[in-house]
Every structure is written in structure tokens, then in C-alpha cells.
Nanobody, 125 residues
């Protein structure tokens, strides 16, 4: 098992940037497939980005492709989400997720067993 703690959320103006961090503890971080999801009130939790154990392969939702970058530092046991050119539609609680087994459904919350508490991102106009 692994414990995940997100940080870095906050209030930012449209067009601005934020970097989210997810710090992991409890198990070998490098073994986990990692993902970022977000959820706005009244909406389903939706996929944002994912990264495999080595960081070699990354995946993005079409809505954030070209604006967001997921990365990981296995020495620091941390995964990051760099968010640029933020839009009001990006406003949501952002969750970090981890899973030992890559089932191929990296875009689905159901693939992941471990979740952080979430961090709020609010983009103002």
C-alpha cells in the first residue's frame, strides 16, 4: 500500500500556471503507475494524465494535451502535474492516484486502488 498527499493547488488567473505535487510514502514509489484525475461538483471524476513506472510513457486527456505535463521523480517519491495556460474549465479538485498493475485502463479511475485527499485548483476570470 501507499499513502498519497497532494499539494500545490490554489487560486490562479486564466492563462496562468500551477504545479501540483503528489508525495508518496509507505511502499516503493517507483513500482507504481501514477495518474492525475479531477472532479468538479456534480460531475464525475475525469482523467487528466498518467505516467508509467519509468516516466518513459505519458498519457493525457485531449482537453489538457499541450497545456499540462506529468512527470515523476522516483528518488523523491513524487509525481508532478505542471499546468500551463489554465482555463476556467480546469477548476476542480485534483486527485493523485496510484496502482501497482497497469491494466491498460489508465484513463479510468477504476484502475487505481490508492488515492490522495485532493487539492483545489480554482481558475478565475
Amino acid at each position: 500500500q501507499v499513502q498519497l498527499v497532494e499539494s500545490g493547488g490554489g487560486l490562479v488567473q486564466a492563462g496562468g500556471s500551477l504545479r501540483l505535487s503528489c508525495a508518496a510514502s509507505g511502499r516503493t514509489f517507483s513500482a507504481y503507475f501514477m495518474g492525475w484525475f479531477r472532479q468538479a461538483p456534480g460531475k464525475e471524476r475525469e482523467f487528466v494524465a498518467a505516467i508509467n513506472w519509468s516516466g518513459r510513457n505519458t498519457f493525457y486527456a485531449d482537453s489538457v494535451k499541450g497545456r499540462f505535463t506529468i512527470s515523476r521523480n522516483n528518488t523523491k517519491n513524487t509525481v508532478y502535474l505542471q499546468m500551463n495556460s489554465l482555463k476556467s474549465d480546469d477548476t476542480a479538485v485534483y486527485y493523485c492516484a496510484a496502482e501497482l498493475t497497469d491494466s491498460g485502463t489508465w484513463y479510468s479511475p477504476l484502475m487505481y486502488h490508492y488515492w490522495g485527499q485532493g487539492t483545489q485548483v480554482t481558475v478565475s476570470k
